[in-house]
């Protein structure tokens, strides 16, 4: 699996958080040259020291990935610093707010769709013509255990994430004959920043409680970690998975095949 990504360009989306920075890890740790994408400058920046400290090529930009001519930002600064893009982790995402559907705000519905799903469609938007261009390339979005179940009180997460599955076999389909495979990651409950904002809302602050309850729904009865996504995601982009395409991989503990009781 390493040595197809040895020498590889790849762009991370969500490359301060913690399932992009453990997958960027993993990446670098296999010889690829990454490029870190995020909203939250200041995280970027240390991450970006700190991958660099593993001894690969690194180069980092700021984008809202909800913004078309920021998406075009990062692919151009990509192909200034690197010269080529061959694997990308599309995988920013962000929590919204926790409400019933029929009292959920419309300005804050269309804040999370713009970035969960708009910057999916983004990101494979501008990425997949330079990987046309170069005549291959490998693709994951991140969806997660909410783009097959329903959740109460996330609504336009959960649409959100059901969507980024849409995107994932409609491009996978169109450009899979072309060298392209693109393919989604569904993480369940994972232990991230991410897990305990949603944790505070859906717990009345209790994160710590919320945390033993949903892990729950996990066979292990424990949380998964950044690092248990990230080491699919790297096989996913690696050509051990050169016959995998428009698939929707779980990270979840068996949460989806399950039902714990
Ligand atoms: N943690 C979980 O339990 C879990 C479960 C399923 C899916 N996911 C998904 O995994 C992905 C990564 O989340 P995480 O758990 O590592 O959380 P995280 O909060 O550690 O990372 C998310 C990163 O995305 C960045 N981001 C948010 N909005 C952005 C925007 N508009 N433009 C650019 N960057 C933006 C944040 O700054 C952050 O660094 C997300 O898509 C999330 O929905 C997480």
Known sequence: MTSSIKGKVAIVTGGAGMIGYATAVALAQCGAHVMLVDIHE???RERHTSLESLGGRVASYVA???RSAEVEGYVAKTLEVFGRID?????AGTEGKIGPTHEYLESEFDKIIAVNL???FLGLRHVIPVMLKQGGGAIVNTGSIASERGLAGACA???SKHGVIG???TAASEVGNQGIRINAVMPGVIDTPLLEEMLKMLFNGQVAEGKKVVGKVATQDRLGTADEVAQVVTFLLSDSASFVNGAAWEVDGGALSTIRH
């Open 157 to 159: 997460y959960n649409a």
């Open 64 to 66: 809202d990935v909800s």
């Open 167 to 169: 995107l994932t076999r």
């Open 118 to 120: 708009k910057g999916i």
């Open 87 to 91: 694997l990308f982790f599309n995988n």
């Open 42 to 44: 200041q995280r970027l």
